[in-house]
């Protein structure tokens, strides 16, 4: 029951991302073709509050609703960064969507797309296989 | 009702989407990020014995559960308050969009190239099933997506995040601009 919260926040993202038409093929095309300021001011606007979020949490030492000590791990450099997101870079810009989108679009009833949430499963798990064979 | 299913201007949405990052690590010190999910789904239905996917995933299922929380989000705003207009992108995206040959601009995605029964053309399998295995493959490899690396790492001003965020752009702009039309004439 301890998860509920998380199910209740997913769902509030996933009604943000539908409303914010993140989610929109039309609209990730308008963003790479620089017709439209939408798509950077959601962007921009959710890193500069997640930005102060984080300062303030730091700042005053935040601790989470159990009481602990709130902690984010670093995250280090690796060939992958540029691989892996050049990557993802070009089916973003395929399907029109990132990981988040795809969950909320089938949920619209957009059922094709679970055909492609499906192939993001595969490639997942063909990277794990094929992990130590990449350079890092 | 419409005020039910009009869409949000960026000032509402973005500050929203960035309210995520502090509410998950108040909640129980988790970061922000949805592909990571990709990967439990992996260990949890097809490990095998690869050693990226024998993991205690049950620890991580709150991010499965969060998910799953977009999808039923997604079905309430997007099918049972579904906004019947067409998305309003910029004039000149809708004529360039023409120009490729996507006459049918109305729902979220271009229905002509989105169906079933485009799946057996070589230019809807390429668009979803490649597609779909780039967004995956990419992400995981790249350690996270626009969510864990552009909104979630650079909050925390993490450099591997921004340069993975400039290689998503650098992708995307190329398939956009130099590959997807010629995907298009398929």
């Not at chain 2, 029964?117 to 350690?143: D, K, N, P, W």
């Not at chain 2, 591997?160 to 702009?173: E, K, R, Y």
Request: proline content about 4%; aromatic content about 14%.
């Amino acid at each position: 029951m301890s998860k509920i919260k998380f199910l209740i926040l997913g769902f509030i993202f996933g009604v943000i991302l539908i409303k914010a038409e993140v989610i929109s093929w039309f609209r990730i095309q308008e963003m790479f073709r620089f017709q439209s300021f939408h798509m950077y001011g959601i962007i921009g606007s959710a890193v500069v509050i997640g930005m102060i979020s984080i300062w303030l949490i730091k700042k005053y030492k935040v601790k989470t609703i159990a009481g602990e000590e709130i902690k984010i791990a670093s995250k280090e450099f690796n060939k992958g960064n540029v691989i892996g997101g050049l990557i993802f870079g070009l089916g973003w810009a395929m399907t029109g969507a990132c990981p988040g989108p795809l969950y909320a679009l089938v949920g619209s009833g957009l059922l094709i797309v679970l055909v492609a949430l499906l192939s993001a499963v595969i490639g997942t798990w063909v990277y794990g296989i094929l992990k130590n064979k990449l350079p890092h | 009702m419409n005020i039910l299913t009009q869409p949000w201007p960026w000032y509402v949405s973005g500050p929203l989407i960035g309210l995520m990052v502090p509410i998950l690590l108040l909640l129980g010190n988790k970061t922000f990020g949805i592909s990571s999910s990709l990967r439990h789904i992996c260990a949890a239905c097809i490990p095998g014995k690869t050693e990226f996917f024998n993991y205690n995933w049950r620890v991580e299922s709150w991010n499965l559960i969060f998910a799953f929380g977009i999808i039923v989000g997604g079905f309430v705003a997007g099918y049972i308050f579904e906004n019947p207009l067409a998305v309003q992108i910029s004039e000149e995206t809708v004529s360039d969009l023409y120009a490729m040959g996507i006459n049918n601009q109305n729902g979220l995605i271009p229905q002509e190239i989105f169906n079933f029964e485009s799946l057996f053309s070589l230019r809807g399998f390429i668009l979803i099933v490649v597609g779909g295995f780039f967004v995956g493959f990419g992400t995981r490899y790249a350690g996270g997506c626009t969510s864990g690396h552009s909104i979630m790492g650079l909050s925390n001003l993490q450099f591997p995040s921004l340069v993975a965020t400039i290689c998503f752009f650098i992708g995307g702009l190329v398939m956009t601009w130099f590959i997807l039309p010629s995907i298009m004439t398929l």
